[in-house]
């Protein structure tokens, strides 16, 4: 998953950046709201709102008006005004400095999920060579289906349905599962790994070490879905 940090300071951008990045996200960093406006598209913009150009309320806002980026006000305005401003202005959620990276971490994953299902694919979703049919269940190479158990299926729909973001262990077995325990802790590992067999691409599922499982980039950035 590709993330915007906008931060100008640089002690904080760079703890960010470092811890951020152990967690396998692909991140960019801006100085600027002018540097923020004018870089790609990202899948998440942690925004600082205290940027030396321009306030981050109007970038909010510009980058709302401009798509449907998940964003996250990162900022140490803690009045309520201001979160509730932010909010309105176009912000997916809000946290206050100073902040431990494990509950950036959790908003962030339920700022994604909410986004994935408010742009969930429909139809088949081409990560090369494979297709995967997310009405029928189906899993497909060329002219020839893959045959996948019914866990093996939803782990590779859930990969899918978050694109190239990382999906962690907790999320596969709350998504596949429905549960935080299965009682044997090599359960995920054992079926990712089943998965990665019949596919016959073990590189396309890639481990996230310590984190959890990705698409390989290559495939997840940019699925073609057929109506």
């Known amino acids: 998953m590709r993330v915007l940090l906008v931060e100008d300071d640089i002690r904080v951008a760079g703890a960010l950046h470092t811890a951020l990045a152990r967690r396998g996200y692909d991140l960019l960093h801006a100085y600027s709201a002018a540097e923020a406006l004018a ?3 990202v899948d998440l913009v942690l925004l ?3 940027l030396p150009d321009r306030d981050g309320m109007e970038v909010c806002r510009e980058l709302r008006r401009r798509g449907d980026v998940a964003i996250i006000a990162v900022t140490a305005r803690s009045d309520e005004r201001d979160r509730v401003a932010g909010l309105r202005v176009g912000a997916d959620d809000y946290i206050v400095k100073p902040f431990g990276m494990a509950e950036l971490q959790a908003r962030i994953e339920a700022v994604m999920r909410r986004a994935v299902r408010t742009r969930a694919h429909h139809g088949v979703v081409r990560l090369g060579p494979i297709a995967v049919d997310l009405d029928a269940h189906r899993v ?5 289906e893959i045959v996948l158990t019914r866990k093996e299926y939803d782990i590779l729909a859930v990969l899918v349905r978050h694109g190239g973001a990382v999906v962690t262990r907790d999320q596969l077995l709350a998504e ?12 995920v590992e054992v079926h990712v790994a089943a998965l990665r067999g019949k596919l016959g691409d073990p590189g396309l599922v890639q481990t996230v070490r310590g984190v959890g499982y990705r698409l390989r ?3 997840a950035g940019a699925p073609t879905a057929d109506r």
């Open 176 to 187: 596949v599962w429905q549960t935080t325990w299965t009682g044997n802790p090599h359960t």
């Open 140 to 144: 497909t190479a060329g002219d020839t």
């Open 217 to 219: 980039a290559a495939s």
């Open 39 to 41: 870089a790609p598209h």
């Open 48 to 50: 600082d709102l205290g």
